[in-house]
């Protein structure tokens, strides 16, 4: 469950949430079409989302 307050409807609460920022929507999408369907192999891509992690102080 959320811990924000999202728009009502039906929808799940993913397509909810989305409706908050739209443009971060594009860019979240734009940004998982290009590692999962771009040249990457699966190492690159795990080694690009493990820096990202750790530029953003999450564990890994």
Do not use: H
């Amino acid at each position: 469950m959320a811990r924000i307050e999202l728009p009502e409807g039906t929808d799940t609460e993913q397509t909810r949430m989305w409706q908050l920022a739209p443009d971060l929507y594009k860019a979240a999408g734009n940004f998982t079409r290009t590692m999962y369907a771009g040249e990457l192999s699966v190492r690159e891509r795990e080694l690009a989302r493990m820096r990202i992690a750790q530029i953003n102080a999450c564990p890994i």
